[in-house]
């Protein structure tokens, strides 16, 4: 991890709101961007921040969410995420989210990711698989 992630680095992501982000169980007129899509919009947000932040071999997982999603968004309509670094320590980074549409904020909270190297991760998913077929 390079010594230039810190609190205060911003990062912001524009989305479009397409019928893949939206839910369909309210039925067609209501089509509106998906709590669980928001999500993967604000970690893959905050992953490309810490992506220019991290050494070769290192990437982030996600580790925690917390938002409140609060307004709705129809399909067709863009999204603005952006995030700030509040806290860094050790490989744990804390940001925070907001995010609005065109017309008004519809989300504000925070995301934990930790910094993994790649090649211990996988040699732990691979141990820990074979702990598993071992039963």
Same mark, same amino acid.
């Given at each position: 991890?390079?010594?230039?992630?810190?609190?205060?680095?911003?990062?912001?992501?524009?989305?479009?709101?397409?019928?893949?982000?939206?839910?369909?169980?309210?039925?067609?007129?209501?089509?509106?961007?998906?709590?669980?899509?928001?999500?993967?919009?604000?970690?893959?947000?905050?992953?490309?921040?810490?992506?220019?932040?991290?050494?070769?071999?290192?990437?982030?997982?996600?580790?925690?969410?917390?938002?409140?999603?609060?307004?709705?968004?129809?399909?067709?309509?863009?999204?603005?995420?952006?995030?700030?670094?509040?806290?860094?320590? &050790?490989?744990?980074?804390?940001?925070?989210?907001?995010?609005?549409?065109?017309?008004?904020?519809?989300?504000?909270?925070?995301?934990?990711?930790?910094?993994?190297?790649?090649?211990?991760?996988?040699?732990?998913?691979?141990?820990?698989?074979?702990?598993?077929? &071992?039963?």
């Amino acid at each position: 991890m390079k010594d230039s992630l810190r609190p205060g680095l911003t990062h912001a992501e524009s989305r479009h709101i397409d019928r893949e982000r939206t839910i369909s169980f309210m039925g067609e007129s209501l089509r509106i961007y998906g709590t669980p899509e928001m999500l993967r919009d604000i970690e893959h947000t905050c992953r490309n921040l810490l992506a220019a932040h991290c050494d070769p071999g290192e990437d982030s997982v996600g580790i925690g969410a917390a938002f409140d999603h609060t307004a709705a968004t129809p399909l067709g309509m863009d999204v603005r995420i952006e995030v700030t670094v509040t806290a860094v320590t &050790g490989r744990r980074v804390e940001l925070a989210v907001t995010a609005r549409d065109a017309l008004e904020p519809i989300c504000t909270g925070t995301h934990s990711r930790f910094v993994v190297d790649v090649a211990r991760a996988k040699q732990r998913l691979d141990d820990k698989i074979a702990r598993w077929r &071992g039963r």
